[in-house]
């Protein structure tokens, strides 16, 4: 099994930064490579480590992750600026390794999660008892570009169209400038531009939101997350296609444009948006 020591006795092992010693393990990658893994380790949950010791498992923290229908999910693709997970390594036989972070500015560990801080790329180490690094994780973080809406299995969209006295709940699905979802429970706070069209039912803290139509017209389903301010167009009264594809969001509306440009351009204390806020009240 590959390993680097954390530590140990002597005066250059208490003084080596731990930066500079999963560095270490990071060159030993090719070695593993050519050594290979063990055939039992297959059949571990979660994904193989960069040094092929063990495979990293993902884990949730509550339903606000995309990334997680609930309890453990594969690794995401990227994981959002601002966003929260755990992660264990697992083995085939022996004490399962602890997870941690190497000196970052990039994610910390924090109240038993990791919450990433900054955009880029950063390592988790797993190691063991003794301070040996076993396995390395490389992982990607990038900042919320755009939220948008799904219903059940359908596409995420950007506009919605709904029937007068229609409810429907919706989950939110954080993207970033690439259009990939990103992973990592985040807190989200929902309400509409006017609750004369759209009134929101539900927890508005939750990753999922239940909403109704009200009378026809246009507004803004609003989301605050992660310190931005995100908005899905609602129509009530429309025709469109709620199917519309991720890449266009659903067809243009003059009416549905203005409300939601008077919505995205109010200041986040103006008196309107804030008799729309919805504060509680369980579905």
């Known amino acids: 099994m590959t390993s680097v020591r954390l530590g140990g006795k002597g005066r250059h092992a208490r003084s080596a930064p731990l930066a500079a010693r999963w560095l270490r393990a990071v060159a030993l990658v090719g070695a593993a490579l050519l050594t290979g893994s063990c055939d039992e380790d297959q059949d571990l949950p979660g994904d193989r480590g960069d ?3 063990g495979n990293f498992v ?7 992750d995309s990334a997680c229908a609930s309890g453990t999910a594969l690794l995401p693709q990227v994981l959002a600026v601002g966003g929260r997970f755990d992660m264990s390594f697992a083995v085939s036989s022996g004490p399962a390794p602890a997870v941690i972070s190497p000196a970052s500015e990039l994610v910390r560990r924090d109240n038993g999660a990791f919450e990433v801080l900054k955009a880029g790329q950063f390592a988790l180490l797993a190691v063991t008892g003794n301070s040996e690094v076993i396995d390395i994780k490389h992982l990607a973080a990038a900042p919320i570009a755009e939220v948008r809406v799904q219903r059940d299995k359908e596409l995420p969209v950007a ?3 709904l029937a007068p006295g229609e409810a429907v709940t919706l ?5 970033d400038a690439w259009g990939v979802t990103l992973g990592g429970a985040l807190t989200y706070t929902w309400r509409s531009s006017s609750s004369a069209q759209v009134s929101v039912e539900s ?6 939101v239940r909403i109704r139509a009200n ?4 507004a803004a389903l609003m989301v605050d997350v992660a310190g931005a301010t995100f908005s899905v167009a609602v129509e009530v009264g429309a025709t469109q296609d709620n199917g519309a594809s991720a890449s266009d969001g659903g067809a ?4 549905l444009d203005a409300g939601v440009d008077a919505a995205v351009t109010a200041p986040p204390g103006d008196a309107a948006l804030a008799d729309a806020t919805v504060d509680g009240g369980a579905s």
Do not use: H, I, T
Request: with cysteine; aromatic share 4%.
């Open 51 to 53: 040094l092929g010791e």
């Open 58 to 64: 993902y884990r949730c923290l509550g339903v606000n």
């Open 159 to 161: 506009r919605l169209a």
């Open 171 to 175: 989950g939110a699905v954080p993207l």
């Open 203 to 208: 927890l508005p803290q939750l990753n999922k």
């Open 215 to 218: 009378a026809a017209g246009a």
């Open 252 to 255: 243009d509306s003059g009416s």
